[in-house]
């Protein structure tokens, strides 16, 4: 037993801090029958204002309905002063929060003496809530009404709701009366502008900031990152080390967020080895951000290894890890995973069933996800979404299960979007079923007739069978709409850049060399078994012209520069901006076996791994 006399300070701390959480038991108790609280307390002799301040502070916190807050109100009316540790601003806040935008603004009339933190405090509330029309009114208010000179403070809380429009008034405001010296809101005008891509407005201001700090750093590195710029993010970043600003886990989850996007690999083990010197390899975030990069990279064993040495991995890690089998096609590792995952005492949600469905169409394991999709909600109490309907859909389409993916979706409690009913689109694709698609491609079309991939997928269906007319009939559809196929694209990265290959490129610098190896390289496969499956050129013309246009598909083209520049035990990493097609596909399946190469092909669904003449997909996707 420890003595009284020996730490009366830890014994103090100990009744205090037992006397706060008896306080706050009280206060949670009543709080289900608000009136026992505030009555007691205004008719009790010994309880002071600063009680009753502390119980009206504490209520406003967690008070979720306006009858809670109007008998909170009616007791300051009562009890209190608006200005006391600024309840009446509280109040305010509270009323537009809960959605009643008129007695906010009323009850702010009423408060007297108000004072600069008070019109800041009216001002940011409109503006978290996206109001932007009612947070210019009350800095307009502000000014003429209570000759009130706003400050940083005032200028930050309107850039962070503010458009491009708005924000550009409060730039001209902030010119005017000096405030644009303060380095804070030269950093919120900085995100303001990237936010909406005026990158060259954002730099200028981030070259007339004088010492700028982490956040500004950060700030400039994040909006050329999210607008497309690694490398430009990623040249500020070494410029920021190099003035000796040391990168957070934020710079380095921005970065690393970027390099996922493209799927880089040379640059991801760089910002891996910074990590582990500075020992931000402690930093769950960071190694879910690391996890993630390295598996949008075709890098899974390396996802792998990450996560094994993360000592304890949040929920979020834990789904990264079944999101990085998922779009590799490893549904049964996923599946394992997610078992494991709820043995450790994890309750999954709904983005860990979208990508488990999601692992289970893209490796045919029907069975799996029927029972899954089953038990969502019966075991996990986890909705079902339109991501996980899409998913089931894919499943079933993927299997050729064509009605049981119509019946699933007739059977949905909500509207089937464009998701759902794209995916049904696809199998009528893969599967031949020209009546159903015909149908599926008219109600996307009526959803979104903007979107030319319903028109390309219908004309492909029709193609397929050789249905050239009603091929015709979409094409010109598309051509009459102002319409364009997006051009299909390869990247693969060499000599730390990115190269790009179109179909039928000729703007590389190595083309002549590029396109000898790929002849020789198609004429090893022909040798081999190989032979051009043409019926993914959608157009009317010869045979023989429509063998030249699937050889120079862009995948080729990336295939043959990366077996020119790498070495033979280096896998061929290469990202495709659509879908593979079937003869791409076949083909890395042949190279792969003459070449004795292994070949990683990411396209917007999953990553294919191609070795000895085989796909990870099992020719399933």
């Given at each position: 037993?420890v003595?009284?006399?020996?730490?009366p300070g830890?014994l103090?701390?100990?009744?205090?801090?037992?006397?706060?959480?008896?306080?706050?038991?009280?206060?949670?108790?009543?709080?289900?029958d608000?009136?026992?609280?505030?009555?007691?307390?205004?008719?009790?002799?010994?309880?002071?204002?600063?009680?009753?301040?502390?119980?009206?502070?504490?209520?406003?916190?967690?008070?979720?309905?306006?009858?809670?807050?109007?008998?909170i109100?009616?007791r300051?009316?009562?009890?209190?002063?608006?200005?006391?540790?600024?309840?009446?601003?509280?109040?305010?806040?509270l009323?537009?929060?809960?959605?009643?935008?008129?007695?906010?603004?009323?009850?702010?009339?009423?408060?007297?003496?108000?004072d600069?933190?008070?019109?800041?405090?009216?001002?940011?509330?409109?503006?978290?809530?996206?109001?932007?029309?009612?947070?210019?009114?009350?800095?307009?208010?502000?000014?003429?009404?209570?000759?009130?000179?706003?400050?940083?403070?005032?200028?930050?809380?309107?850039?962070?709701?503010?458009?491009?429009?708005?924000?550009?008034?409060?730039?001209?405001?902030?010119?005017?009366?000096?405030?644009?010296?303060?380095?804070?809101?030269?950093?919120s005008?900085?995100?303001?502008?990237?936010?909406?891509?005026?990158?060259?407005a954002?730099?200028?201001?981030?070259?007339?900031?004088?010492?700028?700090?982490?956040?500004s750093?950060?700030?400039?590195?994040?909006?050329?990152?999210q607008?497309?710029?690694?490398?430009?993010?990623i040249?500020?970043?070494?410029?920021?080390?190099?003035?000796?600003?040391?990168?957070?886990?934020?710079?380095?989850?921005?970065v690393?967020q970027?390099?996922?996007?493209?799927?880089?690999?040379?640059?991801?083990?760089?910002?891996?080895?910074?990590?582990?010197?500075?020992?931000?390899?402690?930093?769950?975030?960071?190694?879910?951000a690391?996890?993630?990069?390295?598996?949008?990279?075709?890098r899974?064993?390396?996802?792998r290894?990450?996560?094994?040495e993360?000592?304890?991995?949040?929920?979020?890690?834990?789904?990264?890890?079944l999101?990085?089998?998922?779009?590799?096609?490893?549904?049964?590792?996923?599946?394992?995973?997610?078992?494991?995952?709820v043995?450790?005492?994890?309750?999954?949600?709904?983005?860990?069933?979208?990508?488990?469905?999601?692992?289970?169409?893209?490796?045919?394991?029907?069975?799996?996800g029927?029972?899954?999709?089953?038990t969502?909600?019966?075991?996990?109490?986890?909705?079902?979404?339109?991501?996980?309907?899409?998913?089931?859909?894919?499943?079933?389409?993927?299997?050729?299960?064509?009605?049981?993916?119509?019946?699933?979706?007739?059977?949905?409690?909500?509207?089937?979007?464009?998701?759902?009913?794209?995916?049904?689109?696809?199998?009528?694709?893969?599967?031949?079923?020209?009546?159903?698609?015909?149908?599926?491609?008219?109600?996307?079309?009526t959803?979104?007739?903007?979107?030319?991939?319903?028109?390309?997928?219908?004309?492909?269906?029709?193609?397929?069978?050789?249905?050239w007319?009603?091929?015709s009939?979409?094409?010109?559809?598309?051509?009459?709409q102002?319409?364009?196929?997006?051009?299909?694209?390869?990247?693969?990265?060499?000599?730390?850049?990115?190269?790009?290959?179109?179909?039928?490129?000729?703007?590389?610098?190595?083309?002549?060399?590029?396109?000898?190896?790929?002849?020789?390289?198609?004429?090893?496969?022909?040798?081999a078994?190989?032979?051009?499956n043409?019926?993914?050129?959608?157009?009317?013309?010869?045979?023989?012209?429509?063998?030249?246009?699937?050889?120079?598909?862009?995948?080729?083209?990336?295939?043959?520069?990366?077996?020119?520049?790498?070495?033979d035990?280096?896998?061929?990493?290469?990202?495709?901006?659509?879908?593979?097609?079937?003869?791409?596909?076949?083909?890395?399946?042949?190279v792969?076996?003459?070449?004795?190469?292994?070949?990683?092909?990411?396209?917007t669904?999953?990553?294919?791994?191609?070795?000895?003449?085989?796909?990870?997909?099992?020719?399933?996707?």
């Amino acid at each position: 037993m420890v003595s009284t006399t020996s730490c009366p300070g830890s014994l103090f701390k100990f009744i205090a801090l037992r006397h706060k959480l008896n306080f706050q038991t009280q206060f949670l108790h009543n709080l289900s029958d608000p009136s026992r609280l505030f009555e007691s307390r205004c008719r009790q002799d010994n309880f002071n204002n600063s009680s009753l301040l502390e119980s009206v502070i504490w209520s406003i916190s967690l008070c979720s309905s306006i009858p809670i807050c109007r008998l909170i109100h009616s007791r300051v009316v009562k009890c209190l002063n608006y200005n006391d540790w600024f309840v009446g601003d509280r109040l305010v806040s509270l009323y537009a929060r809960l959605g009643f935008i008129s007695d906010a603004h009323n009850l702010f009339d009423e408060i007297p003496d108000r004072d600069l933190v008070s019109w800041n405090s009216f001002i940011s509330v409109f503006s978290k809530m996206g109001e932007v029309g009612l947070s210019l009114n009350a800095f307009y208010r502000m000014r003429h009404e209570d000759a009130m000179n706003p400050n940083e403070i005032t200028l930050i809380s309107l850039i962070s709701g503010c458009g491009i429009v708005e924000g550009g008034y409060v730039h001209g405001f902030a010119v005017k009366n000096g405030l644009l010296s303060e380095r804070k809101v030269l950093n919120s005008f900085i995100n303001m502008y990237g936010k909406y891509g005026s990158l060259n407005a954002a730099s200028r201001l981030f070259q007339m900031i004088k010492l700028p700090n982490l956040v500004s750093w950060n700030s400039i590195i994040k909006i050329h990152v999210q607008n497309g710029l690694l490398e430009k993010g990623i040249l500020y970043f070494n410029i920021m080390r190099r003035v000796e600003i040391y990168p957070d886990q934020a710079t380095i989850v921005t970065v690393l967020q970027g390099c996922a996007d493209i799927g880089v690999g040379k640059i991801v083990d760089a910002f891996h080895g910074y990590i582990l010197c500075s020992g931000l390899d402690k930093s769950v975030p960071t190694m879910t951000a690391l996890l993630n990069v390295y598996a949008k990279s075709g890098r899974l064993t390396a996802s792998r290894e990450i996560f094994r040495e993360m000592r304890e991995p949040d929920m979020i890690a834990w789904t990264a890890m079944l999101a990085a089998y998922a779009i590799h096609g490893y549904g049964r590792h996923a599946v394992d995973h997610f078992n494991f995952m709820v043995q450790k005492g994890f309750e999954p949600d709904h983005v860990t069933f979208t990508h488990l469905l999601s692992a289970c169409s893209h490796s045919g394991l029907v069975n799996e996800g029927k029972e899954l999709f089953k038990t969502m909600y019966s075991a996990y109490k986890v909705k079902p979404r339109l991501d996980h309907y899409s998913c089931m859909v894919d499943l079933y389409g993927r299997s050729g299960c064509l009605k049981d993916a119509r019946v699933l979706i007739d059977s949905m409690p909500m509207e089937p979007n464009s998701g759902v009913w794209g995916a049904l689109l696809n199998g009528c694709k893969v599967y031949g079923d020209i009546e159903l698609g015909e149908e599926v491609a008219g109600k996307l079309i009526t959803l979104n007739p903007s979107d030319p991939r319903n028109y390309i997928m219908l004309s492909s269906i029709y193609s397929k069978s050789g249905r050239w007319a009603e091929f015709s009939k979409v094409r010109s559809l598309m051509k009459d709409q102002g319409l364009v196929k997006t051009a299909g694209c390869s990247f693969i990265e060499h000599d730390h850049k990115i190269h790009r290959f179109l179909v039928s490129d000729q703007a590389h610098p190595d083309i002549e060399r590029i396109h000898a190896k790929l002849n020789d390289l198609m004429n090893k496969i022909g040798e081999a078994g190989y032979v051009a499956n043409t019926e993914f050129v959608l157009h009317d013309v010869d045979e023989d012209v429509k063998g030249d246009l699937v050889r120079l598909h862009s995948e080729k083209l990336a295939i043959a520069f990366g077996l020119l520049m790498y070495s033979d035990n280096v896998p061929l990493i290469i990202t495709k901006n659509l879908r593979i097609c079937g003869d791409c596909h076949n083909m890395a399946k042949f190279v792969s076996r003459v070449e004795n190469r292994v070949i990683i092909i990411r396209d917007t669904k999953r990553f294919h791994h191609f070795a000895d003449g085989l796909c990870s997909c099992g020719d399933y996707w």
